[in-house]
């Protein structure tokens, strides 16, 4: 039996988060895979080093000496070695970063020097093998993670390390240049060792107790999810719900293995089981899952009269949009009306080259942008089996006097998503979850 364990940025902050971490893995003797993340927050107003690389690398590549920032990234790394009275001496490996740092080696190899550095030492703490992912996890010519040769090329280097760490967060182009995976992208590493293992579980040790229902910064202390589903994970984890990156379920969920979140500062609460479609119970108490949320979208608002039944009408729109390089959210549509949420900064002109173009080709009788729109997922797939669930969570921010100003549900059923304006995004998920959980 194999277990791979995936440790967060603050669960390996310091020395003392160090020490938490060799003792769950020593625990266990199946606890044979490890994958770190960088240094995280120590305190709330703490910088990540993965932060600290960027800003670092920013400087290098406008030419200015990074000396001072430099350093700070050293102290972070030595403090943790001095605390654990470790022989590690990683000075040869700091010279060549600032030396690759000044020959512009690229932002991805200096944001994956965190993971980097830090699996050199939790493989020195533990005595296990270090295997650097650059070898291992690799990236297909266009930038896309090349799952085949990755689960190949991983899978027989695990069989030669009976025990290892391997840095999460990066991997290899076929050029040997480093790559990145997006923010919080270490979860997708421990994924892709989970399946090239052949792991009966992959545990994801982080700072909260498992998924919770909503995010704890908006609500104070919202309820635990024991059992939770790869869709509905996804879909909480896009929309917000930021314990587990969204992306992490792909490898997994062709060998079916679970994922369990766990707490490093709370190693005997079970946590949340993240298991495929189907095979459990949901949590009956509440109906829904989870509710997530995001700030930043902007909304296109068509209006013509039956369109509908204009071929052709919806490529159009879709296309503007598309020449412009933008991808959209989600698309809730009428017989005369569209509507096409968007995500990110867009640009004034941007925004007139898309109406101008949708002008000429659509002829619409209204077209406009509307900004400063806040999503709100609910997600469970218990509501396909209850009725009334969609006039529950509408019912619930009408009674906070919120008007909503979008309203899609995605084929699956399995969620409800709402826009409303941002500044009452807050109270508008404090309503939803006070009507499911305290009624
Ligand atoms: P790590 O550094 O271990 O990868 P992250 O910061 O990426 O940890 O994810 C854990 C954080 O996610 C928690 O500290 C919490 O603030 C936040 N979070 C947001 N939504 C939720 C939720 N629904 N349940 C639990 N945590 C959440
Ligand atoms: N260290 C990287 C980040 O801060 C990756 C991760 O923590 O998962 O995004
Ligand atoms: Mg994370």
Redesign the pocket.
């Known amino acids: 039996m194999v277990k791979v364990v995936k440790f967060?940025?603050s669960s390996l902050a310091d020395a003392e988060h160090f020490r938490m971490v060799e003792r769950i893995i020593l625990e266990e003797p199946e606890r044979r895979y490890v994958v770190p993340?960088?240094p995280?927050k120590r305190f709330s107003s703490d910088t990540?080093v993965?932060d600290m690389l960027y800003e670092c690398y920013q400087i290098a590549s406008q030419g200015d000496n990074i000396d001072a920032s430099f350093a700070k990234i050293v102290d972070r790394y030595n403090s943790i070695i001095e605390g654990l009275g470790i022989e590690l001496d990683l000075s040869k490996e700091f010279e060549s970063i600032k030396t690759s740092f000044a020959l512009h080696a690229g932002r991805d190899y200096a944001?994956s020097r965190?993971?980097y550095l830090n699996g050199l030492i939790l493989a020195k703490l533990l005595g296990f093998d270090f295997i650097d992912a650059a070898k291992v996890v690799r990236f297909a010519e266009d930038g896309t993670f090349d799952d085949e040769t990755t689960d190949k090329i991983l899978n027989a280097e695990l069989d030669r390390h009976y025990r290892a760490v391997i840095p999460?967060?990066y991997g290899s182009m076929p050029n040997g240049t480093i790559k990145t995976f997006s923010?919080?992208?270490?979860?997708i590493t421990g994924s892709i060792v989970a399946r090239a293992a052949r792991a009966t579980i992959y545990e994801n040790w982080t700072d909260v107790s498992g998924y919770l229902m909503t995010d704890p910064r908006i609500v104070d202390s919202p309820c635990g999810i024991n059992n939770i589903t790869y869709h509905e994970m996804r879909e909480l984890s896009y929309m917000g719900a930021g314990v587990l990156?969204e992306d992490s379920i792909f490898p997994v969920r062709a060998a079916k293995i679970p994922i369990n979140i766990r707490n490093t500062n709370d190693p005997s609460v079970k946590g949340t089981m993240i298991v495929p479609n189907g095979t459990d119970i949901p949590d009956e108490a509440h109906i829904i899952t989870g509710i997530a949320g995001r700030k930043g979208f902007t909304i296109l608002n068509i209006e013509k009269a039956h369109m509908n039944s204009e071929i052709g009408f919806g490529r159009r729109v879709l296309s503007a949009i598309e020449s412009e390089g933008i991808t959209f959210e989600h698309l809730p549509s009428g017989i005369d009306t569209m509507s096409v949420v968007l995500s990110g900064e867009i640009s004034v002109d941007q925004k007139n080259r898309i109406l101008n173009n949708i002008c000429a080709t659509c002829l619409p009788e209204y077209i406009g942008f509307e900004g400063g729109l806040a999503l709100i997922a609910v997600v469970g797939r218990g509501m396909v089996h209850n009725k009334g669930t969609a006039a529950k969570v509408f019912s619930a921010v009408a009674d906070a006097n919120i008007n909503i100003r979008m309203i899609d549900q995605g084929s699956s059923e399995i969620n409800i998503i709402l826009g409303v304006d941002e500044k009452d995004f807050e109270t508008a998920l404090r309503a939803i979850y006070d009507k499911f959980v305290k009624h």
């Open positions: 967060g940025g993340s960088a995280g990540k993965t944001a965190g993971e999460g967060f923010r919080g992208g270490s979860d990156h």
